[in-house]
């Protein structure tokens, strides 16, 4: 356990990989992976690309003493999910390392709620899996799962773990939250309700949801001072949004980003999407297929 999901990247990352390594890392992956590959060499694929993958675990296969890829269980800005299988599948074709950081997957994807990974049959076979008590079991806090050896070194090995401060009690409440995922699995259901809802709305508004499957519901806007301007609007008219720009992502590629819970009701999801139509009538500014900001 560390104090954040972002630590338990990072500290993770710092500690294992050094000069001698390599990490693989999918361009979608959260910076604090990317913190965490400061003292290793580090190579970067197009999102999700297997042959862009392969092609660098090819050429990378006998001039380091440990490669590691890292991907995402569900990616951040996107929504959409990883190639999971087909990427462990090639990871172990070239004797390298998998680590999935499937922070926004936990209690939303696998059929009993277990993560983007459950379906797959990879809980058991993954390397490392990271993610964060902030989301699912809202609360505060970071984890990695690996083996026990691994473990035992990160415990003792790693300075953010070792030199920061030790779980409130209040943390507590995450061993609750964890099995409320198996008690009560009337909330994950009632958070899939939530988000075709929503993502259906959107869609017929005109508006452009990308390619996401998970809570995570990004509205493309491409314009950077637009996406401030509807930003703003929604704010003003009670809807609270994260309005993403680079360097989260390309330049021309700003969005409004959401994230669905299950404790939103219908109310909350037809503010929304009123707000978002009556944004569209008045400016065109995020219409889905407007030449200018698409």
Known sequence: MFTTGYAANSATLQILMQKEDIAILDMGVHASVHEGCAFTNKKTFPHNNLEALEHILKMSESMYRTKLVIIDGVYSQEGDTSRAKEIYDLVKKYNAYLMIDDAHGVGVLGKTGRGALEDDGLLDKVDFITGTSSKTFGNLGGYVIANKKIASFLKFQSRQHIFSVTAP???????????????????????????????????????????????????????????????????????????????????????????????????????????????????AYCEKNNNNYA
């Open 169 to 283: 009690p209040s943390s507590a409440g995450i061993v609750k939250a964890i099995d409320l995922v198996d008690e009560e699995p009337i909330w994950k259901d009632k958070l899939w309700e939530n988000i075709n809802y929503l993502k259906t709305g959107l869609n017929d508004l005109g508006l452009d949801t990308g390619i996401t499957c998970s809570a995570i519901i990004p509205v493309k806007i491409g314009d950077q001072n637009k996406m401030w301007d509807i930003g703003r609007i929604l704010i003003e008219n009670g809807v609270y949004t994260n309005p993403i720009m680079y360097p989260a992502v390309a330049r021309k590629d700003a969005r409004i980003r959401m994230t669905v819970t299950a404790r939103h009701e219908k109310e909350h999801l037809d503010k929304t999407l009123n707000v978002f139509d009556d944004i569209n009538k008045k400016n």
